[in-house]
């Protein structure tokens, strides 16, 4: 069984502070890797795709990858209350990305 | 919002009816395919269709029919549903399936209720 493994939290940071959100794969062929950002009753929007080992940056995200280690996470600086929402992390397997079940983050004013 | 639709956004049919989803792509794509989003559960992937041919049934009961016509339309087609088939139904495109070219966007989803 090919897994995506995630905290489901919540977790909650304060605004401003440096939210980290993590996640583990079992398929060791997996080469893309994806972190998606859902709000409630909306559908899952890309914030950030990573293939190579190490760090990913774009705004205040960073995503960093440890294929040795099966290791995704990502880190969202300068935490806003509309980071709210539940963090999705998703890897390639075949024709299909595996999904975790999703991390829920609060950011509180 | 995305270059992906989904219709209807919500849908609510008895375990008798026939429906259809639809979902189309304008984002020049090679790639669709189908997930179903229940409560609690990580999203399912259904189907997976590249260059219009099926590369992927995830054993997906036959009350659910896939149809591809073409490379910017994806299809749905429902049939004798049960109530646990109500979740969420997202529709996803990508420029392919291989490295690098499998960034998934999704459609808004249907919200499909089942009597």
């Known amino acids: 069984q090919k897994e995506v493994e995630q905290n489901s939290g919540p977790l909650s940071v304060p605004e401003g502070a440096i939210a980290s959100l993590n996640c583990t794969y079992s398929d060791r062929g997996s080469q893309s890797f994806f972190w998606y950002r859902q709000y409630s009753g909306k559908s899952p929007e890309l914030i950030m795709s990573i293939y190579s080992n190490g760090d990913k940056e774009d705004g205040r995200f960073t995503a960093q990858l440890n294929k040795a280690s099966q290791y995704v996470s990502l880190l969202i600086r300068d935490s806003q209350p509309s980071d709210s929402a539940t963090y999705l992390c998703?890897?390639?397997?075949?024709?299909?990305?595996?999904f975790g079940k999703g991390t829920s983050l609060l950011v509180t004013p | 919002e995305t270059g992906v639709t989904q219709t209807p956004r919500h849908l609510v049919m008895g375990m008798t009816n026939k429906k259809s989803l639809k979902c189309e792509q304008h984002?020049?794509?090679?790639?669709m395919y189908w997930y179903k989003q229940s409560a609690k559960k990580p999203l399912e992937l259904m189907f997976v269709?590249?260059?219009?041919?099926?590369?992927e049934n995830n054993s997906v009961p036959s009350r659910f029919s896939p149809e591809c016509p073409n490379s910017s339309h994806l299809f749905l087609h429902l049939h004798t549903l049960q109530p646990e088939d109500s979740a969420l139904y997202l529709c996803?495109?990508?420029?392919?399936?291989?490295?690098?070219?499998?960034?998934?966007?999704f459609g808004p989803g249907t919200r499909l209720t089942v009597l």
């Open positions: 996803a495109s990508s420029p392919g399936v291989g490295l690098a070219r499998d960034e998934q966007f």
């Open positions: 269709y590249n260059f219009k041919e099926q590369t």
């Open positions: 998703a890897a390639n397997s075949g024709y299909a990305l595996n």
């Open positions: 984002l020049g794509h090679n790639a």
